[in-house]
């Protein structure tokens, strides 16, 4: 492949109430509202010379019917699993099936927050975490996400 080429298809998913950004903590979370945030990671994918889907559900057997179709894909994945982070051993489980690189975002510092937020079951079976960064998280992810695939 050229090196001006895109390359394989990212999935971008984000979990529940991301779509609501405009709604939430701003020092947590940024000032973009869902729709910016969709297009900031689709043009740091274009700066990246990548390709990626971006999708959101607040339903978490959407979430695991786009990990399904990654594992039968071999598609990677970044992925904001939002409150499901800290409790969905259905999505851990479905995310441990992957075979291609999973990496865990969070637009906030999760680690910072109340303790609740404190346990991730998704990390134990993801490449790595990009946390804390605002939008940034995401850019950081198709940077690492690049010198994986
Ligand atoms: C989040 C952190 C989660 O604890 C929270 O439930 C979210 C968003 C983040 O991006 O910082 O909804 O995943």
Same mark, same amino acid.
């Given at each position: 492949?050229?090196?001006?080429?895109?390359?394989?298809?990212?999935?971008?998913?984000?979990g529940p109430n991301l779509s609501r950004l405009d709604l939430r903590d701003q020092n947590y979370y940024g000032d973009l509202k869902y729709p910016?945030?969709?297009?900031?990671?689709?043009?740091?994918?274009?700066?990246?010379?990548?390709?990626?889907?971006?999708?959101?559900? #607040?339903?978490? &057997?959407? =979430?695991?019917?786009?990990?399904? %179709?990654?594992?039968?894909? $071999?598609?990677?994945?970044?992925?904001?699993?939002?409150?499901?982070?800290?409790?969905?051993?259905?999505?851990? #489980?479905?995310? &441990?099936? =992957?075979?291609?690189?999973?990496? %865990?975002?969070?637009?906030? $510092?999760?680690?910072?927050?109340?303790?609740?937020?404190?346990t991730s079951v998704i990390s134990g079976v993801s490449t790595g975490t990009i946390a804390g960064f605002k939008e940034q998280s995401y850019k950081?992810?198709?940077?690492?996400?690049?010198?994986?695939?």
């Amino acid at each position: 492949m050229s090196s001006s080429a895109a390359i394989s298809k990212i999935l971008v998913l984000n979990g529940p109430n991301l779509s609501r950004l405009d709604l939430r903590d701003q020092n947590y979370y940024g000032d973009l509202k869902y729709p910016q945030l969709v297009s900031y990671i689709e043009k740091c994918a274009i700066e990246l010379k990548l390709n990626v889907d971006v999708r959101q559900s #607040d339903d978490e &057997a959407q =979430l695991i019917t786009w990990l399904h %179709e990654a594992a039968d894909q $071999n598609l990677p994945i970044i992925f904001n699993p939002a409150a499901f982070t800290h409790y969905s051993y259905a999505i851990r #489980d479905a995310v &441990a099936m =992957l075979k291609a690189p999973c990496i %865990e975002v969070h637009l906030s $510092n999760p680690l910072s927050r109340e303790e609740f937020r404190h346990t991730s079951v998704i990390s134990g079976v993801s490449t790595g975490t990009i946390a804390g960064f605002k939008e940034q998280s995401y850019k950081l992810a198709l940077i690492a996400m690049k010198e994986l695939i």
